[in-house]
Structure formats: C-alpha cells, structure tokens
C-alpha cells in the first residue's frame, strides 16, 4: 500500500524548496539597490527642480530689466530726433532734452549692472544643472544595468521554481485529495511545514523534541502508512 504520508514528506521537501526560492527572489540584492537609486533619483528631481525654479526667477527678472532698458532706449531715441530734428531753438528746452538723455543712460547703465548681477547668479545654477543632468545619466544607467540583472536573477529562479512545481505537481497527483486537503491545513497553520521524519529515538524532524515513551511505544505497533501527529508541534510524523 503506498504510504500517502511518505509521498507528502516529499512533497513537504518541495514546497520548502519553492519557499526558499521565493524567498532569495525577495532577498535579490539588486531590489536594494534599486531602492536605493530610486530614493537618489527622486533627490536628484528634487534638486533639479528647485534650481530650475531659481533660474525661472532669475530670468524672469533679467527678462524684465531687458524690458526696461529697451523702454528707455526707445525714450532716448525719441529725445535724441527731437533734439537733433531742428524743431526747437529754445536753449532751455534743448537742455532739458540732454539732460533727460543723461538721466535716461544712467539708468540704463544702473539696469544693466543689475543684470550683470543676475548674471552671475544664474551661471552657478547653470553649472548645478549640468552637474544634475549628469548625475542622474548615470543614476540611470546604474538603475538599467540593476534592472538587466534583477531580470536575470528572477528568470533563473523561475527555472527552479517552475521545476520544484512541476515535480511537486505530479506527487500530488498521486495523493488521495483528502490528505493532501488536510497536510496544507496544517501547512498553512504551522508556518509552511506540516510533515516530518520521525527521527532516531522518537524525535520529531521538525520541532527537534523528542515523543515520550507511550507515544514512541504506540507508534511502534503502527504500519509505515498510519496517520501519526507529533505531541508538541502537531506536525504529521513519517516512521518507517
């Protein structure tokens, strides 16, 4: 007679297999180093967005200063027609249009230290956002090469697991429905394992604690293929 609890201690061995395989999916080093670019990229978003925030603003001053002295330049070109245009001899009038002229430059020239100034500050976040740019080339070349290998890492345990579960499959197969149906119970309740060799003097394979002698004494006058629970952990026992 086959000895259902026997084929289910194989079967045991290859769930714990797929558990282990499932767990070195999980544990793949290239996961944290994925997290870790993932948490250095969205830095580097961070900052690449704060300092294109500062240039917008830069510019947009410059751009407004540039607005300004093209006004006055325009200014100056009309006072300079009117002074040059010969339409006026009054002495006092022809002074009054040079020293606006005047007035107009020295503004000009005020705006444009001004943007100068901006200028200067807007080239050090330049050379930050090449700097940027940069980094995140290669934060993402690191996070493609991660990605390539976490990949290959995962399709090699898919082969043995897809192995491990084609084996296990066809065990089951052969195993009457109601004990298999009654060893995932236990499998599911006790943390994945619910099957064990009995070991030499009465010791449990699974939580190492020896049966007592009634127990061990009982187990002896049963066939290999009766049903046998461990005292302590509840776990099927397979004796010989």
């Known amino acids: 007679m086959t000895n259902p609890w026997e084929q289910l201690l194989a079967v045991q061995a ?9 767990h070195r999916d999980r544990q ?11 948490e250095r990229l969205a ?10 925030a500062d240039k917008h603003e830069l510019v947009r001053a410059q751009k407004r200063i540039e607005d300004e002295i093209a006004g006055f330049e325009a200014r100056i070109e009309h006072e300079n027609d ?14 009054d249009l040079q020293n606006e002229i ?27 956002l090449t700097e940027l740019a940069s980094e995140k080339a290669e934060l ?17 345990i898919a082969v043995e697991r897809d192995k491990a579960q084609g084996e296990r499959d066809a065990l089951v197969a052969d195993i009457d429905d109601d004990s298999v149906a009654r060893y995932e ?10 099957v064990a060799r009995l070991e030499p003097g009465g010791v449990c394979g699974a939580c190492h604690i020896k ?3 009634v127990e061990r004494d009982r187990i002896q006058h049963l066939p290999p293929e009766a049903e046998i629970a461990c005292e302590d952990c509840g776990r099927f026992l397979v004796h010989a």
Do not use: C, F, W
Not at 28 to 38: D, I, K, T
Not at 84 to 95: F, I, K, N, R
Not at 142 to 154: C, I
């Open 28 to 38: 793949l080093p290239e996961r944290e180093v994925l997290a870790e670019l993932e």
């Open 185 to 194: 119970q236990v499998r599911d309740r006790l943390g994945g394992t619910a």
């Open 82 to 95: 009117q002074l040059y245009s010969g339409g006026s001899s009054d002495p006092g009038m022809l002074q």
């Open 43 to 52: 830095a580097n978003h961070a900052r690449t967005e704060k300092a294109e």
């Open 102 to 128: 005047a007035a107009l430059k020295r503004r000009i020239a005020a705006l444009e230290d001004d943007e100068l100034e901006l200028m200067e500050q807007i080239e050090p976040i330049d050379a930050q």
């Open 211 to 213: 049966l007592s002698a």
């Open 140 to 156: 993402d070349r690191q996070a493609q090469d991660a990605t390539t290998r976490l990949a290959e890492g995962e399709a090699e």
């Open 14 to 22: 290859l769930d714990t297999t797929i558990r282990q395989l499932d």
